[in-house]
């Protein structure tokens, strides 16, 4: 039994070692692997190639200018729902979503 558990686990690792693999291996590229970042999006369905996305990108420095004139990451959320700013899913800015979108372009 534990001699299986050993195998399983070195399989789950290999997995894991060619998947990391190929997402490194991709990224080199210049392409998307996994979710895209706020602030960008892909050439099309076919080409995963990143470019900015320019409405988004302007919420960003929006977001960084409120960040810069000191207000807290819900009071940032409140502004930019009062402006009818939403995330890609049509759901107001949380916080949580612009403290990692602050993280990121840090």
Known sequence: MTQLLLLVGQCHDLASER????????????????RIPYGYRTVSNEDSTLVEDEREQEII?????AKARGLSLRDISRELTAKDYTIRA???????????ILQRVA
Do not use: M, N, P
């Not at 998947?19 to 996994?34: D, E, L």
């Not at 420095?61 to 200018?65: G, K, N």
């Open 90 to 100: 049509g759901k107001i800015f949380s916080a949580e979503s612009i403290k990692i």
């Open 61 to 65: 420095a929006l977001i960084q200018d």
């Open 19 to 34: 998947t990391c693999s190929v997402a490194r291996y991709i990224k080199s590229q210049g392409k998307q692997f996994g």
